[in-house]
C-alpha cells in the first residue's frame, strides 16, 4: 500500500462546477496535510494546508479532513480553466523534521 | 525574497558523465529536501537536512547519487556516472523544521527544477 494514495484522473469538471479531489493516507500517526498545484512544466505551489479535523476554507478551496478515515479531500468551488493543473497531496510523516510525503497527483481539467 | 534558486534548469549530457545540481534555499530556512519526479514514479524524496545536516538519505537510489549542504545557503546534489534512466525533473525545496516538529504549518517553497536529460 502506498503511503499517501490519489486518483491519477483525469477529473474533468465543466467551468462553474466544483471539483473534488480526494487523498487517503496509510500512517495514522500523521499530523499535517499539504494540497499542493502544479502546472505542466513548473514547480509545486502550497495552496492549502489543515491539520484539525473538519473543513478549512480560503477563497474557492476547501480542505476536508477526517482523521480517523485517514482522509483529506480539496474542494474547488466556481471551478475555472485557469484551474486546471496537477494536484499533490501531501503528508507530513510522523518522525518530525517537517518531512512531507506526496501523492501521485491528480490531474485536473477544467472545460469551458 | 528571491525563493528557492536552482541552477541550470535544463541539462543535457551524455552517459557517464558526471551531473553537478545546484540548489540555494531561501534565506531562513533550515530543512533542504531534495526530489526527483518522472511520470512513472511522481514526486520521490531522495535526501534532506536539516540545519546543514543529512537526516535521512534513503530515497537516494543508487550509490552514484551524493548531495552535500555545506552550509546554510548552498546544496548540490551530484549523480557520477549518469545513465538514462536518471532522466527527470529535480526539484529541490526549503522550509522551516526540526526534529521535534511532529505537527507542522510550514509548507515547503520549491525551486523552478532542473529537467536532467542523459543520453
Known amino acids: 500500500q502506498k503511503e499517501v494514495e490519489q486518483n491519477s484522473g483525469p477529473l474533468s469538471v465543466p467551468e462553474g462546477a466544483i471539483a473534488s479531489l480526494n487523498c487517503t493516507y496509510s500512517?495514522?500517526?500523521?499530523?499535517?496535510f499539504f494540497w499542493y498545484r502544479q502546472y505542466s512544466g513548473k514547480s509545486p505551489e502550497l495552496i492549502m494546508f489543515?491539520?484539525?479535523?473538519g473543513d478549512k476554507e480560503d477563497g474557492r478551496f476547501t480542505a476536508q479532513l477526517n482523521k480517523a478515515s485517514q482522509y483529506v479531500s480539496l474542494l474547488i468551488r466556481d471551478s475555472q480553466p485557469s484551474d486546471s493543473a496537477t494536484y499533490l497531496c501531501?503528508?507530513?510523516?510522523?518522525?518530525?523534521?517537517?518531512?512531507?510525503?506526496f501523492g501521485a497527483g491528480t490531474r485536473l481539467a477544467v472545460h469551458p | 525574497d528571491a525563493g528557492v534558486i536552482q541552477s541550470p534548469r535544463h541539462e543535457v549530457t551524455e552517459m557517464g558523465q558526471e551531473v553537478t545540481l545546484r540548489c540555494k534555499p531561501i534565506?531562513?530556512?533550515?530543512?533542504l529536501f531534495w526530489y526527483r519526479q518522472t511520470m512513472m514514479r511522481g514526486l520521490e524524496l531522495l535526501i534532506y537536512?536539516?540545519?546543514?545536516?543529512?537526516?535521512?538519505d534513503s530515497g537516494m537510489p543508487e550509490d552514484r547519487f551524493s548531495a552535500k549542504m555545506p552550509n546554510a545557503s548552498f546544496s548540490t546534489l551530484k549523480i557520477q556516472p549518469s545513465e538514462p534512466r536518471d532522466s527527470a525533473v529535480y526539484f529541490c525545496?526549503?522550509?522551516?523544521?526540526?526534529?521535534?516538529?511532529?505537527?507542522?504549518?510550514?509548507?515547503?517553497?520549491f525551486g523552478s527544477g532542473t529537467r536532467l536529460t542523459v543520453v
Open positions: 525545496a526549503s522550509s522551516f523544521g526540526g526534529q521535534t516538529m511532529t505537527r507542522t504549518t510550514y509548507g515547503y517553497t
Open positions: 500512517d495514522r500517526g500523521s499530523q499535517s
Open positions: 489543515i491539520y484539525s479535523n
Open positions: 501531501a503528508v507530513q510523516s510522523p518522525g518530525g523534521y517537517n518531512k512531507l510525503i
Open positions: 534565506s531562513g530556512h533550515n530543512s
Open positions: 537536512f536539516n540545519n546543514n545536516v543529512p537526516i535521512d
